[in-house]
């Protein structure tokens, strides 16, 4: 898919689910639990922690894609860098997820026909990433509704994704004041991947669909 498809379909679904510390000996059975919960965006993490972020990110896309890549568009997340981003272009990724704004990310990322979603968390920040290209601007840590409230007021043009505090609660609300698509691990936690509970992430995940097409 082009990148004004990936967008198109972000922009419907508005669910990203975000796959970070998953065993990649796990990662095709979580993806598929994922996907039989209707889950169609799923964004594979670098992890800046292992020794190589970049191989590590490649075993757990190709461990998916093998799993899923049928059913699913998938992105990379915690990208920080251009050769990152080459290297999610490579592997099939169509969105480049990121903790910052940095220029020659969200440049490339669009040279590349993928969608970008660069974070911020300042006005200043959130415009800049906009003027830079990026798509959607994910909100980095938004705890408080209030916040993306007043940010939507001279802000509302700009396409906005909530990361943190993600669940069936706060979703109505989030969509209600303007947000336009969510990105969440929160109801993939370790001990439901530790137990291989996929029942319940199929559930869990079904019920976030649900939730985000009733109040949408």
């Known amino acids: 898919m082009g990148g004004n498809e990936v967008l198109a379909g972000i922009e419907k679904e508005k669910l990203i689910v975000i796959f970070r510390g998953v065993p990649t000996e796990?990662?095709?059975d979580v993806a598929r639990a994922l996907a039989d919960g209707g889950v169609k965006f799923i964004e594979i993490?670098?992890?800046?922690?292992?020794?190589?972020?970049?191989?590590?990110?490649?075993?757990?896309?190709?461990?998916?894609?093998?799993a899923v890549g049928d059913r699913v568009c998938m992105g990379a997340g915690t990208v920080l860098?251009?050769?990152q981003v080459e290297l999610?272009?490579?592997?099939?990724?169509?969105?480049?997820?990121?903790?910052n704004s940095n220029d020659a990310v969200i440049k490339r990322t669009k040279e590349l026909d993928m969608v970008s979603i660069p974070?911020?968390?300042?006005?200043?920040?959130?415009?800049?990433?906009?003027?830079?290209?990026?798509?959607i601007v994910k909100l980095y840590i938004v705890d408080d509704i209030n916040h993306v409230k007043?940010?939507?007021g001279p802000l509302g043009?700009?396409?906005?994704?909530?990361?943190?505090?993600?669940s069936l609660d706060t979703i109505p609300q989030f969509?209600?004041?303007?947000?336009?698509?969510?990105?969440?691990?929160?109801?993939?936690?370790?001990?439901?991947?530790?137990?291989?509970?996929?029942?319940?992430i199929e559930k869990r995940a079904r019920e976030h669909i649900e939730i985000i097409k009733a109040n949408s």
């Open 26 to 28: 796990d990662a095709a």
């Open 45 to 66: 993490t670098y992890n800046h922690c292992k020794d190589d972020p970049e191989a590590y990110f490649e075993e757990q896309m190709m461990a998916v894609k093998a």
């Open 81 to 83: 860098t251009v050769d």
């Open 88 to 99: 999610a272009c490579r592997l099939g990724a169509g969105y480049i997820v990121s903790p």
């Open 119 to 135: 974070g911020a968390m300042t006005p200043t920040e959130i415009v800049h990433a906009r003027d830079c290209g990026a798509d």
């Open 150 to 152: 007043y940010l939507m």
């Open 157 to 166: 043009h700009i396409p906005m994704q909530a990361t943190c505090n993600v």
């Open 175 to 200: 969509l209600k004041a303007g947000i336009k698509a969510f990105g969440t691990r929160a109801f993939l936690t370790n001990d439901l991947i530790e137990k291989k509970d996929y029942k319940e």
